[in-house]
């Protein structure tokens, strides 16, 4: 089941988590926020194109004086378009337009560490590539490359659809490394994408593995991994060939 499962979805609350977080009051405002939230993604995506954003988190709640905030936080792999005041103060008059008045909105600018192992900046790369009629498996040798060079630890990309302009449509992945889907440890970031060419249209997947996740920090993928007990009971972990 693990290959049928979204890897984001399944590991919501251990090592990752919501990408929009609030408590609703009741029925009524959770429909309302959910709308909100939508449309604020659909425009956040459509206005920061040319800084590639790779993650939106939004978060409501009630400050110690009462006001209602809205944070929204922005990961990007370049932040120097958007971190001045001037298009600041403009993204944040055009979300009060989405939003209800009573928000004060907060906007955050973070930059990615290291993006190269982004399942979505490598997805939307693979469609840029695609919508500018680059062969496949050019695509997926360059991309995939670019991921293990810096430091995924296993890498899948699948393409659907009308591939290269074929009149059957097929199947065609590329894999290097491992992708433990079912294994709730690794990190594993997945990303859909949809390439519109101009001959049909091709969805692309991407599965990025960053290793495996160890309570409150990330170690390489060992190639086994034993855990026994000791003389108090605490449960240890070796690792080894």
């Not at 699948?158 to 302009?165: A, F, L, M, P, T």
Request: proline share 3%; with cysteine.
């Amino acid at each position: 089941m693990g290959q049928k499962s979204n890897p984001n979805c399944v590991r919501l609350g251990f090592n990752k988590n919501w990408l929009s977080r609030w408590n609703s009051p009741d029925r009524k405002h959770a429909a309302l926020w959910i709308l909100e939230d939508e449309k604020i993604r659909k425009f956040l995506n459509k206005e920061c194109r040319d800084g590639i954003l790779a993650q939106i988190e939004i978060d409501r709640f009630i400050n110690l004086q009462g006001v209602w905030t809205l944070s929204i936080t922005l990961h990007l792999i370049e932040i120097g378009l958007y971190n001045h005041g001037e298009t600041k103060n403009k993204l944040v008059r055009m979300l009060r337009r989405l939003t209800n008045k009573k928000w004060e909105i907060n906007l955050i600018f973070l930059e990615l560490k290291n993006p190269g192992v982004s399942s979505i900046v490598l997805a939307n790369e693979v469609v840029e590539l695609l919508e500018a009629r680059t062969p496949l498996r050019m695509v997926m040798k360059k991309t995939i490359k670019k991921a293990m060079y810096s430091g995924a630890r296993g890498v899948k990309i699948q393409v659907s659809g009308r591939i290269n302009g074929a009149d059957m449509a097929r199947i065609e992945s590329c894999t290097e490394g491992e992708i433990p889907c079912s294994t709730l440890r690794a990190d594993i970031e997945y990303c859909y994408r949809v390439a519109r060419t101009t001959y049909g249209v091709l969805g692309v997947k991407v599965w990025v593995n960053r290793g495996l996740y160890f309570g409150s920090y990330f170690a390489p993928m060992p190639d086994r991994v034993r855990v026994y007990r000791d003389e108090t009971g605490k449960y240890l972990i070796s690792q080894g060939n």
